[in-house]
């Protein structure tokens, strides 16, 4: 018993732990001895030569880099989900086609880079499977980005024979991943058949560097997805000799199927050219960060960076998180990790090329739950998440490699870094310029209003709920005003509210009584104008937001309209339960005083979803609007 809590320690695994509810958690030896297995290498770890102001041969700058010197202090950016992109031109899911007329957006209307999900490989042809957040591998481009039509070598939808799927497609009111991955697989074959008939010299040649370029782990990525579709069920399943990356066996499947390997190679080089044609746009309209890049924290167990580097991810191991008060019952991702033990043994290259393959691409990249780089909760296969427990990362020489990386690719590093942070957590992160990630919503005083601009960290991301952001334009102070004429996403009437209708509900009642008499609104009330001076100050000086009131029950209530009375957004208080609200009490206290209020016992900061009477909690729903509710 004492030798394997002696192991674990030597390994970095904490044997006890303090979670979030104030407890000093014990681990039990049964999962330690699960962890130690899957962890401990044949040699034990050497020592990183990557050290911060050492004169060892890879040494590592002061800083990340930190963007261009003579580029604005404060900047915006757009934010998409790529694949939920509509245009009259793609099949159903957003392409780097798609990503191009973006861009060109951004630059019109100031806005300094365009931020997206992870691009990452997915199994694309199981839809199931369609998360960015759950990649196949973070080496590799996702294919159903890829504009097929802008292939010189594919003929057109109506030789190929998919013009009426993709109607179909683009019909459709939600991502069919099933069916675009079908068609543009398709699709895909064909023109790599022409390409492999009559490919022209110079496409020829570009194809053949990018081969060379990604040398033996592109083969081996192709060899991977020609091999996953041959077999059923996961890697570890397969026959004896394709259950690693053995260079023999894979030669010789290169040499057998060599076209049909070919394949992959070439629809990984198609994703990648018009993605550079996306990064070289973002230079030519002189983007200050240009494309934003998610980096997901982890890759499926069953894919191919478990399967290719077996010793630096963990395997029969997940990451989540503890229990806490948001679940009970801890979190289990679902995704391998790498292993800190053999990344040190490596001198960090696996996490290295991992950064690269995003920020080759990218002005700036965010790093998905960046308190992996100091320690990371691990759940052995087959236990609770609740049973895991954290090992300890070499986190200085980790920053390190990210910094090296960073300042070579020229790309700005964006932590992920909410939840449970350590301490002195962000104050290391900021001493090697990874920039802070900041959500609105969360970012709040002890009395539960919004805290002030100057309180936000300066090397840092901020995110601004939606309903903000339909009203923001670029110009004016610190690169954000109120937008006074129509963009191309705000509705008409949205548009049309004028500073006469701010300047009017802006003005206060004399008589606290009105609000007795007949439904006003809520600026209009000197008994609540305090709080929401105090809360809400922000929003109406940034945005000139127009309120307007609308009756919308028997009793005494009142309705906020951000954008105008174009805008879907609307909240409801009810003059019956606005001094709980006003008192900042807990969402029981509220849901007591007005029964048609519910939550999950938290504070509500959202309003209901459109025709609902259900008030959301911001920790239990994903509507990221601004209020507080009843």
């Known amino acids: 018993m004492e030798d394997i809590f002696k192991r674990a320690a030597q390994l970095g695994l904490e044997i006890k732990y303090w979670n979030a509810f104030g407890e000093l958690r014990a681990v039990s030896p049964e999962v330690l001895a699960k962890l130690v297995d899957a962890l401990a290498p044949a040699d034990a770890p050497g020592q990183s030569q990557i050290v911060r102001g050492s004169c060892e041969a890879s040494v590592a700058p002061a800083q990340a880099y930190q963007g261009d010197a003579a580029a604005r202090r404060r900047m915006w950016a757009l934010a998409v989900q790529l694949y939920g ?22 630059a019109d209307v100031g806005a300094a880079g365009i931020g997206l999900n992870p691009l990452h490989a997915l199994f694309d042809d199981r839809a199931e499977l369609a998360s960015p957040y759950s990649p196949n591998s973070r080496l590799f481009l996702n294919p159903l980005y890829t504009d097929v039509e802008a292939l010189p070598e594919f ?29 543009k697989a398709r699709a895909l074959k064909l023109a790599h058949e022409n390409f492999l008939r009559g ?13 060379a370029q990604r040398g033996t782990t592109l083969a081996r990525f192709a060899c991977f997805e020609l091999l996953r579709r041959r077999f059923a069920g996961p890697w570890w399943d397969w026959p004896q000799q394709w259950r690693t990356a053995d260079a023999q066996s894979l030669e010789r499947l290169r040499a057998d199927e060599g076209p049909a390997v070919e394949f992959f190679e070439f629809v990984q080089w198609a994703a990648h050219e018009q993605l550079e044609r996306c990064r070289a746009r973002c230079a030519e309209r002189r983007l200050p960060i240009g494309l934003y ?6 890759v499926r167990n069953d894919g191919f960076d478990a399967w290719c580097d077996q010793k630096a991810i963990v395997s029969g191991v997940a990451i989540g ?9 801890g979190q289990n991702w679902g995704l391998a990790a790498f292993n800190p033990i053999a990344l040190e043994m490596q001198q960090f290259e696996p996490f290295r090329r991992m950064l690269r393959a995003s920020m080759q691409y990218s002005g700036a990249v965010r790093l998905d739950h960046v308190l992996g780089l100091q320690r990371l909760y691990l759940i052995p296969h087959r236990v609770p998440a609740s049973e895991g427990t954290y090992i300890r990362c070499p986190f200085e020489a980790l920053l390190a490699v990210t910094a090296l990386t960073s300042v070579e690719q020229k790309c700005i ?59 923001l334009r670029p110009g004016g102070k610190d690169g954000i005003s109120p937008s006074s004429r129509r963009s191309p996403s705000t509705p008409a009437r949205a548009a049309n509210s004028g500073s006469a209708r701010s300047r009017r509900c802006a003005r206060r009642s004399d008589s606290a009584a009105s609000r007795h008499r007949r439904p006003v609104s809520l600026l209009r009330s000197r008994a609540t104008w305090p709080t929401l001076r105090r809360d809400w100050w922000s929003y109406q000086s940034r945005t000139c937001c127009a309120y307007s009131t609308r009756p919308t029950c028997r009793e005494r209530s009142m309705s ?71």
Request: aromatic share 8%; proline share 6%; hydrophobic share 35%.
């Open 85 to 106: 992109i509509r245009s009259r031109r793609n099949w159903g899911h957003g392409d780097f086609s798609d990503l191009l007329a973006l861009i060109d957006l951004a």
């Open 155 to 183: 003929p057109g939808p109506q030789v190929a024979g998919v013009q009426r799927d993709i109607e179909r497609l683009r019909d459709q009111r939600l991502v069919d991943y099933e069916r675009v991955a079908r068609v």
């Open 199 to 211: 490919g022209n010299t110079e496409r020829r040649r570009a194809f053949d560097r990018f081969r």
């Open 293 to 298: 890049l998610d980096v997901a924290v982890g």
């Open 321 to 329: 998180a503890p229990p806490d008060e948001l679940n009970r019952g």
């Open 413 to 471: 590093v964006i932590g992920e870094d909410l939840g449970t942070v350590p301490e002195k957590f962000r104050e290391t992160l900021a001493s090697w310029g990874v920039w802070s990630y900041q959500v609105m919503l969360f970012e709040r005083t002890a009395g539960g209003g919004f805290v002030r601009p100057e309180s936000y960290r300066e090397q840092a991301l901020l995110r601004l709920p939606r309903t903000i952001c339909r009203r």
């Open 560 to 630: 906020i309209r951000i954008g105008g009375t174009g805008c879907p957004s609307m909240w409801k208080i009810c003059a019956s339960s606005l001094a709980c609200w006003r008192s900042r009490t807990s969402c029981d206290r509220r849901a007591a005083a007005h029964p048609a209020l519910e939550c999950c016992g938290r504070r509500c900061l959202t309003p209901p979803p459109e025709n609902s009477a259900r008030h959301n909690c911001l920790m239990c729903s994903n509507y990221t609007d601004f209020y507080r509710c009843g």
